[in-house]
C-alpha cells in the first residue's frame, strides 16, 4: 500500500518564526490533505490539495503529485499553531494517515 | 460552516460494559467513518459506512460494530467493552467515498476501567 512519510517528527520553534514540514508519498495519490489536531484532540481541516498551491491566511500548502510531495508553510507561527499536523492521502480504499509533524511553539 | 458533532467528548465505562459512542453530521454527506487513534499506533479505520443502513469494515473492526439507521447519524458500538479499547474515537463524513474531503468531530476520549 501507500506510504506516507511527514518530516521532521518535531519542530520547537519561537513565535513569529517560519516552518516548512513536509510529506512524501509512495504512489500518485488523488486525495490530499492537511490537518492540525489541536491540543484537545480535534483533526482540524487545513487544506485539501491534491496538487497545486493554497494559501489561507499564515499557512500555505503546495503539493506536487508527479514527485510525489507535500509542503505545509507556516509562517509568522503562533502559540496556538501547536499541536500535531498530519497530512493524509487516499491509498485503494481508505485515507492513509502520516506520522505527524509535533509542532511547539513558544511565547 | 461543515460540522460534525459526537456525543461525548469524554467517557469511562467499565470492562464488560456496551457503550455507545454517537456522531452526527448536519452536511447530508453520503459517507461516514469511524477511526481510533493511539499512541505510536496513528489513525486506523474501525467502520465506515457509505449510505444508509450500509457498512463496510475497516482495519480493526474486531469488537466493535455500528449502526446507521438515519443519514446524518452513524453510531460505534463497543459490545462488550475490554480495557484494550481505551482510546481516542474520531468521526469523520465526507460527501464522496475517498475523492473528497474528510470532516472529523471533536474526539471522544474514551477510558474503559
Known amino acids: 500500500g501507500i506510504q506516507v512519510e511527514q518530516s521532521p517528527p518535531d519542530l520547537i520553534l519561537q513565535e513569529g518564526a517560519n516552518s516548512t514540514l513536509r510529506c512524501n508519498f509512495s504512489?500518485?495519490?488523488?486525495?490530499l490533505q492537511w490537518f492540525h489536531q489541536n491540543p484537545w484532540g480535534q483533526l482540524i481541516n487545513l487544506f485539501y490539495?491534491?496538487?497545486g498551491t493554497k494559501q489561507n491566511g499564515r499557512l500555505s500548502a503546495t503539493t506536487v503529485a508527479t514527485e510525489r510531495y507535500s509542503l505545509l508553510y507556516i509562517s509568522s507561527s503562533q502559540t496556538t499553531d501547536s499541536g500535531v499536523y498530519f497530512c493524509?492521502?487516499?491509498?485503494?480504499?481508505?485515507?492513509?494517515f502520516g506520522t505527524g509533524t509535533r509542532l511547539q511553539v513558544f511565547p | 460552516d461543515v460540522k460534525v458533532t459526537q456525543s461525548s467528548r469524554y467517557l469511562v465505562k467499565r470492562t464488560g460494559e456496551k457503550v455507545f459512542l454517537e456522531c452526527v453530521q448536519d452536511?447530508?454527506?453520503?459517507?461516514m467513518f469511524w477511526y481510533r487513534q493511539d499512541p505510536g499506533l496513528g489513525l486506523r479505520l474501525i467502520y465506515f459506512?457509505?449510505?444508509?443502513?450500509?457498512?463496510e469494515k475497516g482495519d480493526i473492526p474486531e469488537g466493535y460494530s455500528v449502526s446507521r439507521e438515519k443519514k446524518e447519524r452513524f453510531s460505534l458500538i463497543l459490545e462488550s467493552a475490554s480495557t484494550n479499547q481505551t482510546s481516542m474515537y474520531l468521526c469523520?463524513?465526507?460527501?464522496?467515498?475517498?475523492?473528497?474531503?474528510?470532516?472529523f468531530g471533536p474526539g471522544t476520549r474514551l477510558t474503559v476501567l
Open positions: 452536511m447530508d454527506h453520503e459517507n
Open positions: 493524509a492521502v487516499r491509498g485503494t480504499d481508505k485515507l492513509i
Open positions: 490539495i491534491p496538487s
Open positions: 469523520a463524513s465526507s460527501l464522496r467515498v475517498w475523492d473528497n474531503e474528510q470532516f
Open positions: 504512489d500518485s495519490v488523488n486525495n
Open positions: 459506512s457509505y449510505d444508509v443502513k450500509m457498512k
